[in-house]
Structure formats: structure tokens, C-alpha cells
């Protein structure tokens, strides 16, 4: 089945970008999300791209997909001490009915 | 617009017992998905609830079984817990036109002691 991998951590400066990494295993998944979710909470749907889309932006993020590595990125422009919190990044199988989830990266923004 | 609510917030079990979720889709959604996140983890697929029915299913036991009411609101039940059962209990929900894409509820935490 599916597999989905993404690095435990990541530390950044407000104000800088962040880039979180990701790579997938079944090359027939059709779209591919990052979620992000707070202390506590469930996860919030950030943005998702279709397996034919290379780049979608929507405002401070930027989604890359390179399909022929199954890698997957999340850019976060200008980040900001409230942008900390874990970003999970999920694969949806063929049918499109079931995700398939990383272990996530919990992200740390320093003042 | 409500999005997806779930109830109850927390509980708290022993092993052995039976509990029941419960999830109510976003409005307009008639999907809905449950999944499973221990601690320090990503949620793992349970079932998919789509016009009553179980459509697809993760790997999981048979303790763990669902149903879905004709207002598309969702019960989650899980049979004889077991410790390893204490997890964040997340459900989501979809739309008929975005079947693909998952809004998903706060979740409920369930301890087994």
C-alpha cells in the first residue's frame, strides 16, 4: 500500500520561508494535501494539488509536486510565530476515498 | 456554517468496555471518513461511510465497525478496548462534487485505561 514519509522537524526564523518535504510511494495517487494541525485540534485542510499539477500557490504557500520522484513540498512564505504547529502531508488512493497520511513535521518559528 | 462536530471531546474508558463516537458532516457533505492518531503520529484510515454503507475500510479489526443515518451523521464503535485503542478519534467529512477532498472535525480523545 501507500506509504508516505515527511522529516520530524523543522526550525525557522520569522520572517523566513519554510520548506517541508515529502515523498510518497503510489504513483496513482490522484491528489496529495497538506493538513495542518494545532495542539490539541484536529487538522485544517492548508491546500491540495491534483496529480497532473506540478506548482499551485495560494497566497503565503506554494505547493510543488515533482511526480516523477513522488516528492511533494510546502513553501510557507514570511512565516510567522502563529504558522507553528505539526503540517502533515496525505495521499489520496485512486479511488478517492481514503487518505493516506505521513508521520508529520512539527514546525518551530523563533521570534 | 457548522463544519464537522464530533462529540464527545474526551473520554475516558477501561479495557474490555465498548464506547461509541459520534460525528456530524459538514453541511451539504453526504461522506464521511474516520481515522485514528495516536500519540506523536498521522491518522490512519479506519472506514469510509458513503449512503449508509461501509465503502472502503483500513486495516483494521472487527471491533471496530460504524454506521451512517439517513442524515449522513456517523457513529464510530469500537468493541472489547483495548489499551492500544487510546487515540485521538478525528472524523471528516466530503462532498458529493469534492468527494476527494476531506474537511475534517476537533476529534474526540479516547483514553483506555
Known amino acids: 500500500g501507500e506509504d508516505v514519509e515527511q522529516s520530524l522537524f523543522l526550525s525557522v526564523r520569522e520572517g523566513d520561508s519554510s520548506v517541508i518535504n515529502c515523498t510518497y510511494t503510489?504513483?496513482?495517487?490522484?491528489?496529495l494535501y497538506w493538513y495542518k494541525q494545532e495542539p490539541g485540534a484536529g487538522l485544517q485542510l492548508l491546500t491540495y494539488?491534483?496529480?497532473?499539477?506540478d506548482m499551485k500557490q495560494d497566497q503565503r504557500l506554494t505547493v510543488l509536486l515533482n511526480k516523477k520522484d513522488k516528492h511533494l513540498s510546502l513553501r510557507i512564505a514570511d512565516t510567522q510565530t502563529g504558522d507553528s504547529a505539526i503540517y502533515f502531508c496525505?495521499?489520496?488512493?485512486?479511488?478517492?476515498?481514503?487518505?493516506?497520511f505521513g508521520g508529520g513535521t512539527r514546525l518551530m518559528v523563533k521570534p | 456554517d457548522a463544519g464537522v462536530t464530533q462529540s464527545p471531546t474526551h473520554l475516558i474508558k477501561t479495557r474490555g468496555q465498548q464506547v461509541t463516537l459520534r460525528c456530524s458532516p459538514k453541511?451539504?457533505?453526504?461522506?464521511v471518513s474516520w481515522y485514528q492518531q495516536a500519540l506523536g503520529q498521522g491518522p490512519q484510515f479506519i472506514f469510509q461511510?458513503?449512503?449508509?454503507?461501509?465503502?472502503q475500510r483500513g486495516n483494521f479489526p472487527d471491533r471496530f465497525s460504524g454506521h451512517q443515518f439517513p442524515n449522513y451523521s456517523s457513529e464510530l464503535n469500537v468493541n472489547a478496548l483495548l489499551l492500544g485503542d487510546s487515540a485521538l478519534y478525528l472524523c471528516?467529512?466530503?462532498?458529493?462534487?469534492?468527494?476527494?477532498?476531506?474537511?475534517f472535525g476537533p476529534g474526540t480523545r479516547l483514553l483506555v485505561l
Open positions: 471528516a467529512s466530503s462532498s458529493p462534487l469534492g468527494k476527494e477532498t476531506q474537511y
Open positions: 503510489d504513483s496513482s495517487s490522484t491528489y
Open positions: 494539488i491534483f496529480s497532473n499539477m
Open positions: 496525505a495521499a489520496c488512493n485512486n479511488a478517492g476515498n481514503m487518505l493516506t
Open positions: 453541511s451539504g457533505h453526504d461522506t
Open positions: 461511510y458513503y449512503e449508509e454503507e461501509e465503502r
